[in-house]
């Protein structure tokens, strides 16, 4: 019997699952032990199955952004200097909007690569490519299906600094809370589903992953935008709020067993850029007992959610756990920016919404929220000068431990909290760096206890 695997992908949040077939698409993988082989799909022989991006509204937190700040120590550090200035940050995800990130953080996102387009490029630029326009953002159209009266278009956005679901800028904006001035990579790796009438008038666009895209994105992104390995300009930190990236067998195409096309595709190139970056992906929200792929890979620190109230932590009910989790973040009630035209923004019902010039705060829950947290803490770390392979074992040193006692299949390590005083003060003086630094962690730590005291 010849198999051929199907990947299903689905990310960190909850709408139905749609299968369509893809347009002709071939892939050719190197390095492999195999040698090189080629993916291909397409043409209505080769199903692919996209699973829409999910949306939790938050239920708890404060209608206040940045709460979680002080509780982690972040706020302490970056007014000592700390702010992850120097640490180059991939995000894998929906995308992330160019002018959410402007208007609210006053920055810029330093490198997009638009993975979902490079992926289906050659079919977008041929004679035949047909468009659709939703949101003032243009989409290429790569399938499409006919439901009753209804038209359902699979297309990838051509425009890489657009967020039309609005999940990647919420996960970079979780990150920027902690590291405002890090080095911001985004890859995007989505595909826009949007329902049409008979008329053409737009009645729904959702987000789902295609993971081909996801597995350009791993090997190409990785390489920073020069493309090329061991340089100077490769993430140190490669953020995934996505999960569950499941192998099914299935009677067509490619002579391979198991789960070898989820290997080749997804774990291969993690395998490959692990010992130059740290991977960190959502634990997932299925409230299992075992985190969910990628996070369950030994190269990625996978990152559960927890809850706070009223001065209590506790696990999220909807968060995965096991014996792989290596931290948990604070994923309930944050209180985030997304785009105003996202999907995330017309889906969500919040008290707390608020509009600001481009966007719209709301409070979201979920394990993709508490993993770009930590990745945010880690970029602080990396700051200092700590080596990517002490990394985690430093930052275990200094958490909050969220009951059961020490290393547990809830929260791991537990919540990792900002780098302390003293050892930005170590660091610093061991740096050569002492004088204004040194001043401004006295100064911090002075304010604080002053206002404390009152």
């Known amino acids: 019997m010849r198999t051929f695997i199907i990947i299903f992908v689905s990310l960190t949040l909850v709408l139905a699952l749609k299968v369509t077939t893809l347009p002709n698409f071939y892939f050719t993988i190197g390095n492999s032990p195999l040698g090189p082989f080629k993916v291909v799909k397409g043409n209505g022989l080769v199903p692919v199955a996209l699973v829409p991006y999910q949306v939790v509204a938050g239920s708890s937190g404060s209608c206040v952004y940045g709460w979680w700040k002080d509780l982690l120590g972040s706020e302490q550090a970056n007014e000592a200097g700390i702010t992850g200035k120097g640490v180059k940050v991939l995000i894998i995800d929906s995308g992330v909007d160019e002018k959410t990130i402007e208007n609210f953080f006053g920055r810029k996102v330093d490198w997009y690569y638009n993975a979902s387009y490079e992926a289906y490029k050659s079919f977008c630029t041929s004679p035949d490519a047909k468009f659709i326009t939703y949101n003032n953002i243009t989409f290429c159209i790569i399938s499409e299906d006919t439901l009753g009266w209804r038209k359902i278009y699979y297309a990838v956005p051509l425009n890489s600094t657009t967020d039309i679901f609005g999940h990647g800028t919420a996960v970079a904006s979780m990150i920027l809370s902690i590291a405002p001035n890090v080095t911001l990579y985004v890859a995007k790796v989505g595909i826009a589903v949007i329902v049409t009438d008979q008329n053409g008038k737009v009645l729904q666009v959702d987000y789902a992953v295609d993971p081909v895209s996801l597995s350009l994105a791993l090997y190409k992104a990785t390489l920073g935008p020069d493309g090329k390995p061991n340089t100077s300009d490769d993430p140190d930190l490669v953020n995934m709020s996505l999960g569950s990236v499941t192998a099914v067998e299935h009677p067509f195409v490619i002579d391979l067993l198991g789960d070898a096309l989820e290997y080749y595709l997804i774990k291969m190139p993690i395998d490959m850029a692990s010992s130059r970056m740290i991977f960190i992906a959502a634990a997932g929200n299925d409230a299992e007992n075992i985190p969910a792929t990628p996070a369950i890979y030994p190269d990625v620190w996978a990152i559960s959610a927890v809850r706070y109230d009223n001065g209590n932590f506790e696990p999220a009910f909807y968060t995965n756990r096991g014996l792989g989790i290596d931290f948990a973040g604070i994923g309930s009630g944050v209180y985030l920016p997304v785009p105003n035209y996202s999907s995330i923004a017309k889906l969500i019902q919040d008290p707390c919404a608020k509009e600001g010039n481009g966007y719209v705060m709301l409070r979201l829950d979920g394990t993709s929220f508490a993993a770009p947290m930590v990745t945010g803490i880690a970029a602080l770390y990396l700051q200092l000068g700590i080596s990517k392979s002490s990394l985690r074992s430093e930052m275990s040193k200094y958490v909050i ?27 610093s003086s061991s740096s050569g760096i002492s004088g204004v630094w040194l001043l401004a962690i006295f100064l911090g730590v002075f304010r604080r206890r002053t206002q404390n005291s009152s």
């Open 401 to 427: 431990d969220v009951p059961p006692t020490g290393k547990d299949i809830y929260t791991g390590y537990g919540i990792p909290k900002a780098p302390p005083s003293t050892l930005i003060a170590s660091s």
